[in-house]
């Protein structure tokens, strides 16, 4: 407390300082709960006695920037959209996969019925938030009523909840809700929609295929628009030889509720902390201390399984596990839904369980039928972890790999990511200590349904006989509950020259050292590895990095794709008869699409062309043999390879694209930055990148307009951090958020770090005292 008055005196002394808050004349006085030190950009420094403090400055300087989409937020997780917004909408998908307001909140109003959060919540450690978590959330969320309560409804300048009744002031029990929703998007919430579920009262539909059932697993976990890269680099893949260097770079949704948000928390002398986190989280999710760096990348595992139970004659309520019946619970949720004329009319649902967890009639569409005989229940293994809010506590004290790996072990609380870090002695660490259902292969084999012996091998969905209880899943001695496999059980590896994830298995975190013998349901191994994981592989194996060629690789935006193929789709390009490409509308002047490609460089950057039509081309080779050499697991870093430029479909995609990009209004050699942008306050704004299936390591996933070309980004490059560690007191970082600190297109930091971005610039983060207290745009707030 005594340093925190005597920087909070200096402060005063040097700077223009602002108080908010009544009780306290002077800013070197007690009373203040929070410093906010705002530097470029709009990036805040947090500094506060207690995590109580630390709480309540983040929760205000949130709420500055982010006001209503946290309210969003809060509103959804409360079960109140179809009271505010009607029963239509599109429901809330960062969250859920929920398809109206109305399922969204049937969903969130069963989860609240049940009590299950507030149940975790009141457990103590290690189930339950630890004390500092405790203090922490306590402090947020009056920070975030107490920037509430100063502008009022009215005084919100953000248009998009400016006097709305939605918006109101939180509890603690809004955050503990908010936090579990994010847990379970890996497994209820991607089946929400199959929970309106009923007793059969006729015929069913035939189940869904494994085929199916597998592409639904891979949208559903692949196609949600969750993604990163992970490089860690230790002292052996740097130039100098010691010290390491840390790419973290998520790829998250660019609008809405999965928005990261930077800063740094700092308690004087015990705890100091950067990054960003997602929205409403008070603590650092990806970043670094003094001396450790992680971030995380979205892993293979599926945290979720189906167990298949037989159902009472006579009665599809009753299902029978060892041959002795059991009853389903019924539980009636009820919500308030706005009527056209404004008024408020209930809406109903029963939802339906089992022991395993609640009944589905379908996966992502695909039909898994209650029938007469049987019907399918969901366990979702992040059902009950409340438990990652002591992970990144703990992940926030970090000062060693080691000690990320002890937080990962001892909080098992991680609910669908790998942690790849590095530190200040030169490791570089990749784990995937998560929670993962304990399903081992033998489980699987012995107690798998037919469907289930199909899809678990094809992508780890474990699908078992409910009728027997030994089919439950297992446990692990070292595992925080039943259920989930102990840390010892999954993949870890630390290295002194490279650990990396671009979102495939563990197996090739490292191409020199592959990680084999973890269970099936972690992932695959000896299979082809993505573009984009290849291409990071390539780029690590040649080692010699600084932080600066670290940046310098991630926005030189190179595709691998384009490498392996572009040459011989140049060379199709200028074989086809006449100068016409045929597709799916009849031939089509090639133009200058085929010296576009010849000529470029392989790169998504502003001014390459020939990117644009290979995008294009390439994103509608899904279902085509396009590879004449195949993959080959000794040599998986150079193959697959070679375009099959003598398959009809590769023919038809190429000339396909080109009559896209000309209804477009763009030519076959038009720049990247003609086709490729955002619009900020009327601003178009051209940015670089492309979608990970090119090979591209900076992905950006854009939204084509049939009329216009790209004209939004969808997800991609998000927060992104380079961090190294070297000779010096203070790590060597450096920062950008794509999309900015603030969602209000009233905020001076609403699109400032977007255009930064697209330059190609970077933020030097301000990180030790001196840089902060030297930053050209420092403006400090008083919170009392």
Same mark, same amino acid.
Request: charged content about 15%.
């Given at each position: 407390?005594a ?8 402060l ?16 070197g ?7 906010l030190r ?5 990036i805040?420094?947090?500094?506060a ?20 989409e946290?309210?969003n ?7 109140q ?5 009607g029963p ?6 960062s969250?859920s996969?929920?398809?109206?307001n109305l399922?969204?909140?049937l969903f969130?109003q069963?989860?609240n019925d049940?009590?299950?959060?507030d ?8 189930q339950?938030?630890?004390?500092e ?7 947020y969320?009056k920070?975030?009523n ?5 502008t009022g409804r009215?005084g ?9 009744g939605?918006?109101?002031p ?6 503990y809700?908010?936090y579990?929703a ?11 929609e ?7 009262t006729?015929s069913?539909p ?5 085929g199916?059932?597998?592409?639904g ?33 998520p790829?998250?949704?660019?609008h ?7 800063s740094q928390?700092t308690?004087p002398?015990?705890f ?23 971030t995380h ?5 599926v945290t979720?399984?189906?167990f ?5 004659a006579g009665d599809?309520?009753?299902y ?18 706005r009527?056209?004329?404004g008024s408020l009319r ?10 395993y967890?609640?009944?589905v ?5 695909i039909?898994?039928?209650w029938t ?6 969901v366990r ?7 438990r ?6 703990e992940l926030?004290?970090?000062r060693s790999?080691?000690d990320v ?5 001892t909080t098992q609380?991680?609910p669908w ?19 993962v ?8 084999k012995?107690?798998g349904?037919?469907l ?8 780890? !969905? @474990?699908?078992? &006989?409910?009728?027997k209880?030994?089919?439950q899943? *297992? $446990?692990?001695p070292g595992?925080?509950?039943p +259920?989930?496999f ?8 630390q ?11 563990a ?7 592959p990680?084999?013998?973890y ?5 695959d191994?000896?299979t ?10 390539l ?9 600066e060629?670290m940046k310098?690789l991630?926005?030189?935006?190179h595709s ?5 193929t572009?040459?011989d789709?140049?060379?199709l390009?200028?074989?086809f ?14 133009g200058p699409?085929?010296?576009a !490609? @010849?000529?470029w &460089? ?6 390459t062309? *020939? $990117?644009l ?5 390439? +994103?509608r080779?899904g279902?085509v043999?396009r590879f004449?050499?195949p ?20 023919q ?14 763009l030519a076959?050699d038009?720049?990247l ?7 900020r306050?009327?601003?178009r ?6 979608q990970?299936?090119?090979g ?9 307009d049939?009329?216009r070309g790209?004209?939004?980004i969808?997800?991609?490059s998000s ?13 060597d970082s ?7 600190q603030?969602?209000?297109?009233? $905020? ?12 190609g ?7 030790c005292?001196?840089d ?13």
């Open positions: 407390m340093f925190f008055r005597k920087v909070l005196a200096v005063t002394a040097a700077l223009s300082v602002t108080a908010l808050g009544a009780g306290v004349a002077s800013a006085e007690d009373g203040a709960k929070a410093l705002y530097t470029e950009h709009g805040p420094h947090i500094v006695p207690d995590f109580a403090g630390l709480g309540y400055g983040y929760g205000f300087a949130a709420a500055t920037d982010n006001v209503c946290l309210a937020i809060y509103l959804t997780v409360s079960a959209r179809s009271r505010y917004f239509e909408g599109g429901g809330y998908p969250l996969e929920a398809g109206s399922h969204s909140d969130f069963q989860i049940s009590g299950v959060v149940r975790l919540a009141a457990r103590p450690a290690p339950g938030p630890r004390p978590v405790r203090q922490l959330v306590s402090g969320v920070g975030f107490a920037y509430l309560a100063r009215a919100i300048s953000d248009p998009a909840c400016r006097g709305a939605w918006v109101r939180i509890t603690e029990q809004d955050f809700r908010h579990y994010i847990a379970i998007t890996g497994g209820q919430g991607v089946v929400t199959g929970l309106f579920t009923a007793p059969p006729g069913a035939a189940p869904g295929t494994a199916q059932l597998a592409d697993v891979r949208q559903a976990l692949g196609g949600s628009g969750l993604g990163s890269n992970g490089i860690a680099i230790g002292a052996d893949g740097t130039a100098a030889g010691r010290g390491s260097v840390l790419l973290g770079n790829h998250y949704p660019w809405d509720g999965r928005r990261f948000w930077q928390l308690i002398g015990r100091d902390v950067a990054g960003a986190s997602l929205l409403g989280m008070p603590f650092i999710m990806i970043g670094h201390t003094a001396d450790a760096a992680w990348t979205v892993s293979t595992p979720f399984g189906l298949e139970v037989p159902l009472k599809p309520t009753t029978l596990v060892d041959g002795r019946p059991e009853k389903m619970t019924a539980r009636d949720v009820t919500v308030q839904v009527q056209i004329d209930p809406a109903h649902q029963t939802f339906w369980s089992t022991r967890g609640p009944v009639g379908d996966f992502q569409g039909p898994l039928p007469a005989k049987s019907a399918y229940a979702d293994a992040n059902a009950t972890n409340l990652g809010l002591n992970t990144w506590l926030d004290r970090a790999t080691a790996v002890r937080a990962l072990s609380g991680v990511v790998n942690t790849i870090a590095t530190d200040r002695a030169g490791n570089a660490l990749y784990a995937d200590i998560q929670v259902p304990h399903v081992t292969d033998e489980l699987a012995t107690c349904t037919p289930g012996q199909q899809t678990f091998p094809e992508v780890g !969905l @474990a699908i078992l &006989d409910g009728a209880s030994s089919c899943w *297992g $446990s692990d595992a925080l509950e +259920g989930i102990a840390p010892s059980r999954l993949p870890q590896q290295r002194r020259d490279y650990e990396l994830n671009a979102n495939d298995s197996w090739l975190a490292n191409a020199r050292a990680i084999t013998g269970p099936s349901i972690v992932g191994i000896g082809e590895r993505s573009p984009r994981t290849r291409e990071a592989l780029a690590a194996e040649k080692g010699g990095f600084t932080t060629s310098k991630l926005f030189a935006d691998l794709l384009a490498d392996l572009a040459a789709l140049a060379k390009c200028a074989s008869p006449g100068g016409q490409a045929p597709s799916s509308t009849g031939p089509v002047p090639v699409a085929c010296a !490609l @010849a000529n &460089d392989h790169t998504y950057t502003l001014d062309r *020939g $990117s039509l290979f995008q294009r081309f390439a +994103g080779l279902g043999r004449s050499v993959f080959d697991p000794k040599a998986p870093l150079t193959t697959p390879n070679t375009l099959n430029t003598a398959d009809a479909g590769v038809k995609a190429f000339g396909d694209a080109l009559v896209e990009l000309r209804a477009a209004g076959p038009a720049p930055r003609d086709g490729q942008t955002v619009t306050d009327g601003e704004i051209p940015i670089h990148g492309a990970g299936f090119l591209v390591l900076n992905v950006m996933t854009p939204v084509w049939p009329a790209n004209t939004e969808r997800h991609g927060y992104v951090q380079v961090v190294g560690f070297s000779g010096h007191a203070c790590p450096s920062t950008v958020l794509t999309y900015s603030s969602a209000n297109p009233n $905020s001076p930091y609403f699109s400032d770090q977007t255009k930064l971005y697209s330059r610039e970077w933020v030097k983060e301000r990180f005292e001196p902060i207290l030297r930053s050209p745009a420092l403006r400090v707030v008083v919170l009392r």
